[in-house]
């Protein structure tokens, strides 16, 4: 009898599979310590607008972690700038060291082991940057190498990835870290417009790190390379997604036709990875597709042709967390590891999109 | 087209016929089978000059079934043959052209699967239809899964757990089966099967058995969504793009402009 378990696609059979690279060894996650479900938020708000209701309630989003300041006698008290800024750097020092904490930690290192640092992050601004800030709260070396990456959305955990394997590979044996780090309720804006609750609807705070490193005794057990990457930006989607200045404070605006935009593009940075490397999506055994929202997720979908159980885990985060902006591949890379269904030889597609308007992809091997 | 060893491949125009051919055990499926249905499904998924996929037998059976030659007989058996079998059902019936199943004779367990996984089921009128697993003491796999979207639930119940016949006739006025012939007329009736399918439409083809594929699993507002994302594909299509383009230019009697024309209708104009 045939052992149907060795029996792959001729093209999966052929994939030359990387023995080196840069590994994604460990992933570790935080959240803040609240979490609250889509109504307490309107109730937190006293949202009567049965339209914003609707849209918050319809979100396909059960809890979200926020970092929400407590109502005063029942109403929340309108917030400055600098209470936002003071949000977002004092939210990202809290669960960004908890989140890299986790990751080193079942590799028995500590921040000061860390050969390379960067740091992901669009919900705030802060100078000097958050590696400058990490490094003196969790005691990184004085020597270690550095980078920040701002303003590019829920698609740069990819574009961060794309530095550290960089790092890695050209460096064998050492160590890169990449936290993703976005404090969204530090960008949140109460105005009473549609626009704006569609925002304060959506995205969640929350912290993910991978640690990355290019070492010859690692196997699939520790985690997959990062095979390769292809990109692929819509230049005439460059204002679908953007900050907008409201009064003092930087407000996200979403243009309600990017799900359909995504979508319709989706196929080609996909097509142009798989079919260098001779591959087809039915050899894809797992997908990271960030969790955008539920009218993305569908159109990523029906474009690539995904089932429910492919996306379950862009699912399970977007109900448990909304959208983490660029942690969110990360959270549901965590999900996947712990699952315990990953195998030697599998292959994995991450598919993330954000402003540009971009979509970034990025084949794993395990 | 590829050689297999269990099935005979011939491609007429856009149309690929794979008929079932392990003639000395009915057509039984066997691993092989499975591995080349596989292959095939495969690589009618890449070809750009097929629109059709059948799948036929023998002029007296499609097949009986599964082989059980294939399980060991005295030994634990693992279940990743069936599983890979599922797969392979599974695949077809997502396949990316026209899928047609032609049946004559019996078509038994796994075949009758086979049949359920295709866009079309034609039947010669002595064709028999059975499920026997439950009567043999295992299970007619996502048959089970399948089956009751096509007759409902009773039914579905009375064909598997009976393991009884059901005649062309009959599972044609259910709606399992979509024509019945005479075994003189089955050719012809086949390419008029066939042609009733074309043009093809990859997109509109795709998006149309997904979304029928969630029926009855999904709610309003989730297949919605998931409408909306397929219509949105399909209206940015090559094929949408040059209906609409062929509206535009032609008047207002040709085939295609009636949609031009019903919707100045409903303007009032």
């Given at each position: 009898?045939?052992?149907?378990?060795?029996?792959?696609?001729?093209r999966?059979a052929?994939y030359?599979?990387?023995?080196?690279?840069?590994?994604?060894?460990?992933?570790?996650?935080?959240?803040?310590?609240?979490k609250?479900?889509q109504?307490?938020?309107?109730?937190?708000?006293?949202?009567?607008?049965p339209?914003?209701?609707?849209?918050?309630?319809?979100?396909?989003?059960?809890?979200?972690?926020?970092?929400?300041?407590?109502?005063?006698?029942?109403?929340?008290?309108?917030?400055?700038?600098?209470?936002?800024?003071?949000r977002?750097?004092d939210?990202?020092?809290?669960i960004?060291?908890?989140?890299?904490?986790?990751?080193?930690?079942?590799?028995?290192?500590a921040?000061?082991?860390?050969?390379?640092?960067?740091?992901?992050?669009?919900?705030?601004?802060?100078?000097?940057?958050?590696?400058?800030?990490?490094?003196?709260?969790?005691?990184?070396?004085e020597?270690?190498?550095?980078?920040?990456?701002?303003?590019?959305?829920?698609?740069a955990?990819?574009?961060?990835?794309?530095?550290?394997?960089?790092?890695?590979?050209?460096?064998?044996?050492?160590?890169?870290?990449?936290?993703?780090?976005?404090?969204?309720?530090a960008?949140?804006?109460?105005?009473?417009?549609?626009?704006?609750?569609?925002?304060?609807?959506?995205?969640g705070?929350?912290?993910?790190?991978v640690v990355?490193?290019?070492?010859?005794?690692?196997?699939?057990?520790?985690?997959p390379?990062?095979?390769?990457?292809?990109?692929?930006?819509?230049?005439?989607?460059?204002?679908?997604?953007?900050?907008?200045?409201?009064?003092?404070?930087?407000?996200?605006?979403?243009?309600?036709?990017?799900p359909?935009?995504?979508?319709?593009n989706?196929?080609?940075?996909?097509?142009?990875?798989?079919?260098?490397?001779?591959?087809?999506?039915?050899?894809?055994?797992h997908?990271?597709?960030?969790?955008?929202?539920?009218?993305?997720i569908?159109?990523?979908?029906?474009?690539?042709g995904?089932?429910?159980?492919?996306?379950?885990?862009?699912?399970?985060v977007?109900?448990?967390f909304?959208?983490?902006?660029?942690?969110?591949?990360?959270?549901?890379?965590?999900?996947?590891?712990r699952?315990?269904?990953?195998?030697?030889?599998?292959?994995?597609?991450?598919?993330?999109?954000g402003?540009?308007?971009?979509?970034?992809t990025?084949l794993?091997?395990? | 087209?590829?050689?297999?060893?269990?099935l005979?491949?011939?491609?007429?125009?856009?149309?690929?016929?794979?008929?079932?051919?392990?003639?000395?055990?009915?057509?039984?499926?066997?691993?092989?089978?499975?591995?080349d249905?596989?292959?095939?499904?495969?690589?009618?998924?890449?070809?750009?000059?097929?629109?059709?996929?059948?799948?036929?037998?023998?002029?007296?059976?499609?097949?009986?079934?599964?082989?059980?030659?294939?399980f060991?007989?005295?030994?634990?058996?693992?279940?990743?043959g069936?599983?890979?079998?599922?797969?392979?059902?599974?695949?077809?019936?997502?396949?990316?052209?026209?899928?047609?199943?032609?049946?004559?004779?019996?078509c038994?367990?796994?075949?009758?699967?086979?049949?359920?996984?295709?866009?079309?089921?034609?039947?010669?009128?002595r064709?028999?239809?059975?499920?026997?697993?439950?009567?043999l003491?295992?299970?007619?796999?996502?048959?089970t899964?399948?089956?009751?979207?096509?007759?409902?639930?009773?039914?579905?119940?009375?064909?598997?757990l009976?393991?009884?016949?059901v005649r062309?006739?009959e599972?044609?006025?259910?709606?399992?089966?979509?024509?019945?012939?005479?075994?003189?007329?089955?050719?012809?009736?086949?390419?008029e099967?066939v042609?009733?399918?074309?043009?093809f439409?990859?997109?509109?083809?795709?998006?149309?058995?997904?979304?029928?594929?969630?029926?009855?699993?999904?709610?309003?507002?989730?297949?919605?969504?998931?409408?909306l994302?397929?219509?949105?594909?399909?209206?940015?299509?090559?094929?949408?793009?040059?209906?609409?383009?062929?509206?535009?230019?032609?008047?207002?009697r040709?085939?295609?402009?009636?949609?031009?024309?019903?919707?100045?209708?409903?303007?009032?104009k």
């Open positions: 009898m045939i052992d149907v378990r060795n029996i792959v696609s001729p999966k052929a030359r599979r990387p023995t080196t690279g840069p590994r994604i060894v460990s992933v570790g996650t935080a959240t803040p310590p609240r609250y479900t109504d307490e938020v309107l109730d937190l708000f006293q949202e009567k607008d339209k914003v209701r609707r849209l918050f309630q319809s979100s396909h989003i059960d809890t979200r972690y926020l970092y929400l300041p407590d109502a005063i006698d029942g109403r929340m008290a309108e917030e400055t700038n600098q209470g936002l800024l003071d977002h750097l939210g990202a020092l809290e960004g060291p908890r989140a890299i904490e986790e990751c080193l930690q079942p590799l028995g290192l921040p000061y082991d860390i050969d390379f640092l960067c740091c992901v992050s669009t919900t705030g601004f802060v100078v000097p940057s958050l590696t400058a800030h990490l490094i003196k709260k969790m005691i990184f070396r020597n270690v190498q550095r980078i920040d990456v701002l303003g590019m959305g829920c698609n955990a990819v574009n961060g990835l794309q530095v550290v394997t960089a790092f890695a590979r050209a460096n064998p044996g050492k160590l890169a870290l990449l936290l993703c780090v976005e404090i969204c309720s960008a949140y804006v109460y105005n009473g417009s549609m626009v704006t609750a569609v925002v304060n609807s959506l995205f705070d929350g912290a993910a790190a990355v490193r290019q070492d010859g005794a690692d196997a699939w057990q520790q985690g390379i990062v095979a390769d990457y292809e990109p692929h930006i819509i230049p005439e989607a460059l204002m679908a997604m953007r900050y907008t200045l409201e009064d003092t404070k930087l407000s996200f605006f979403l243009a309600r036709d990017i359909h935009e995504i979508g319709a989706v196929e080609k940075p996909l097509n142009r990875l798989l079919g260098r490397h001779g591959l087809k999506r039915k050899d894809i055994d997908w990271l597709v960030h969790s955008g929202g539920a009218k993305v569908d159109a990523v979908q029906y474009n690539v995904l089932t429910e159980h492919q996306m379950r885990h862009t699912l399970a977007l109900r448990n909304g959208n983490l902006s660029s942690g969110s591949i990360l959270f549901s890379f965590k999900e996947l590891c699952e315990g269904v990953i195998g030697e030889g599998d292959l994995g597609i991450a598919i993330a999109m402003p540009g308007t971009t979509i970034e990025a794993l091997t395990w | 087209m590829h050689p297999y060893e269990t005979k491949v011939v491609q007429q125009g856009n149309v690929v016929t794979a008929f079932l051919d392990r003639p000395d055990s009915r057509n039984s499926i066997n691993m092989r089978m499975v591995n249905l596989s292959h095939l499904v495969d690589a009618i998924d890449d070809a750009k000059d097929v629109s059709v996929l059948v799948l036929r037998g023998s002029t007296d059976v499609f097949t009986c079934g599964i082989d059980l030659h294939e060991a007989a005295h030994e634990k058996r693992n279940i990743y069936l599983q890979k079998w599922e797969h392979v059902c599974r695949e077809l019936e997502r396949l990316n052209k026209f899928t047609v199943a032609a049946v004559q004779g019996e038994t367990g796994g075949g009758f699967q086979l049949a359920l996984s295709c866009d079309m089921r034609i039947a010669e009128r064709s028999v239809f059975r499920f026997d697993e439950v009567k003491g295992f299970l007619p796999g996502m048959a899964f399948r089956l009751a979207k096509y007759i409902g639930f009773g039914r579905a119940k009375s064909i598997i009976t393991g009884r016949k062309a006739e599972a044609l006025s259910w709606g399992i089966l979509d024509r019945v012939c005479d075994q003189v007329s089955f050719d012809e009736t086949l390419t099967t042609s009733d399918l074309l043009p439409h990859p997109v509109a083809l795709e998006m149309a058995r997904r979304l029928l594929d969630e029926s009855y699993a999904t709610s309003y507002e989730n297949f919605l969504g998931h409408f994302a397929a219509q949105y594909r399909a209206i940015n299509s090559e094929a949408f793009d040059r209906l609409v383009v062929g509206a535009a230019g032609q008047g207002k040709s085939e295609v402009g009636r949609i031009g024309t019903a919707r100045r209708r409903a303007r009032g």
